[in-house]
């Protein structure tokens, strides 16, 4: 079944995050992942929302999507999406 990653970031340290978006699809690709949004500028529509930049990914399943999330490659290239941002990852079940 497929699945869905939303991730809702906020950025504090640009360079080092620009560093990992260098490397990322090489590896999200290897492992299949498709990106179906990416937005520093969301439209909030409703409620309030913190963050800077919203990034919706889909994968076959749950399992592609940890092989991906727990891949050494990948591992290694967030560490700096660690220390350059904030916030939250879902997963989602497609329907």
């Not at 439209?43 to 999507?65: C, H, N, T």
């Not at 660690?82 to 990852?89: D, E, K, S």
């Amino acid at each position: 079944m497929t699945v869905y990653a939303l991730a809702q970031i906020s950025i504090h340290d640009r360079g080092r995050y620009d560093a990992y978006v260098a490397r990322f699809m090489e590896v999200f690709v290897k492992y299949g992942g498709r990106l179906l949004a990416v937005d520093e500028q969301p439209e909030v529509i409703e409620g309030e929302w913190p963050y800077d930049k919203v990034i919706l990914m889909s994968f076959q399943d749950r399992e592609a999507f940890e092989a991906w999330a727990y891949s050494p490659e990948y591992q290694e290239i967030s560490k700096d999406r660690v220390a350059a941002t904030t916030g939250v990852v879902i997963l989602a079940k497609g329907l």
